[in-house]
């Protein structure tokens, strides 16, 4: 199998930090904020490995840091400590150590983000067709025709009305403002796609279009995925295998049929018997 991303050791701390932080906070302490200096442990040592046309799955509360771990690997946080690796086309990214330029490239050039709330991933003051254009523009596709036609059948995949193409995204209501941050985060046909808590706060028959698009896209495209959530019903049926994060360490992680049918960690015991 081809690994996509490999991630060692990923810290993050909010505050300025002291030698006490990681031993004071997690699970054990059922804490995140160091009682000595009162900086916020958001994520500690989080390792997994990503393969290609695999959707891994990160669950847990809110303030778990599950959030906080892919916003790093995006770049949208710098990372306290740790390692990654995105591998490409036989090449190997060393993602924190690349500087802007290089960080900005892997972005509009492999990496998709969706975010749960579409105003941190569409740009509000363009058209839909426009947000799409943009990402492709990034990406050196410059033929108009060119650029309208995929924008145009993106839309479509996503089930947006070709129609609406030229209107703006606050028109929209919040799944379809969700589906064309779906479509623009596809634009490029991405090797590794983040989605961040994507169906929160969605109408049901909505989540279950979109779960069902993502599942289309990692079958098609292979496309390897981190899906972050609180919702096990989104992780049973996306996730082949799954992390479950307390106080920002990783407590469980395996296949997620096992996680979620003989959880073995007894915050995961309670997350699933909730969800019952």
Do not use: W
Not at 35 to 48: E, R, Y
Not at 153 to 175: C, I, Q
């Amino acid at each position: 199998m081809d690994k996509v991303l490999e991630v060692n050791n990923l810290s993050k701390v909010y505050g300025q930090g002291c030698a006490a932080c990681f031993e004071l906070t997690g699970p054990e302490h059922d804490t995140n904020i160091c009682p000595k200096c009162g900086s916020v442990v958001a994520a500690h040592n989080v390792s997994f490995d990503l393969y290609k046309g695999e959707i891994l799955g990160i669950m847990g509360e809110s303030g778990s840091g599950k959030s906080t771990a892919v916003k790093c690997l995006y770049f949208d946080q710098k990372p306290t400590s740790g390692r990654a690796s995105f591998f490409n086309d036989e090449k190997q990214y060393d993602l924190f150590n690349m500087n802007a330029a290089h960080q900005r490239h892997l972005m509009n050039h492999k990496f998709g983000m969706v975010y749960q709330n579409p105003h941190l991933g569409l740009n509000f003051d363009i058209s839909a067709g426009g947000n799409i254009a943009e990402r492709l523009l990034m990406s050196e596709v410059d033929h108009y025709g060119e650029i309208r036609k995929r924008a145009t059948d993106l839309l479509k995949r996503t089930e947006v009305l070709a129609e609406r193409m030229d209107e703006l995204p606050k028109n929209f209501s919040g799944g379809m403002q969700q589906r064309v941050q779906i479509a623009k985060a596809l634009a490029i046909n991405p090797p590794l796609l983040f989605l961040d808590e994507v169906t929160t706060g969605l109408d049901l028959s909505v989540q279950a279009a979109i779960l069902d698009l993502i599942l289309e896209i990692q079958q098609e495209n292979q496309t390897a995925m981190i899906v972050v959530t609180h919702d096990l019903g989104v992780i049973r049926l996306l996730a082949g295998r799954t992390l479950v994060m307390k106080y920002g360490r990783i407590i469980e992680n395996g296949l997620t049929d096992q996680i979620l049918e003989d959880p073995q960690h007894a915050y995961t015991q309670r997350l699933v018997a909730s969800a019952l």
